[in-house]
Nanobody, 118 residues
Framework: QVQLVESGGGLVQAGGSLRLSCAAS????????MGWYRQAPGKQRELVAT???????NYADSVKGRFTISSDNAKNSVSLQMNSLKPEDTAVYYC????????????WGQGTQVTVSS
């Protein structure tokens, strides 16, 4: 039943690093994009970074130069390397996948907590 599984969240001090990973079940066919969103308490969910199956990337302005998204199409997985973390990065991070074959389907992970202490 769980089709996207995140890992790698945790507690770090400001300036530290974390690497988030997400694996999509092989039961999800025709994925054309994966990425990461985040949601802090009391705030709306926002895009962090996305990557398509042809390697195009998109980043939120707030994380450019600090975060790097990568993917492995053969493994149906995506990772987010987060460096120079700030307290403002504290949020629940959600893995996202979009699949398209005749119709579009969206998938979300259950989220992993990232906490950056000051």
């Amino acid at each position: 039943q769980v089709q996207l599984v995140e890992s790698g969240g945790g507690l770090v001090q400001a300036g530290g690093s974390l690497r988030l990973s997400c694996a999509a079940s092989r039961s999800i066919f025709s994925i054309n994009a994966m990425g990461w969103y985040r949601q802090a308490p009391g705030k709306q969910r926002e895009l962090v970074a996305t990557i398509t199956n042809v390697g195009s990337t998109n980043y939120a302005d707030s994380v450019k130069g600090r975060f790097t998204i990568s993917s492995d199409n053969a493994k149906n997985s995506v990772s987010l390397q987060m460096n120079s973390l700030k307290p403002e990065d504290t949020a629940v991070y959600y893995c996202y996948a979009r699949a398209y074959y005749r119709s579009s389907r969206d998938y979300w992970g259950q989220g992993t907590q990232v906490t950056v202490s000051s």
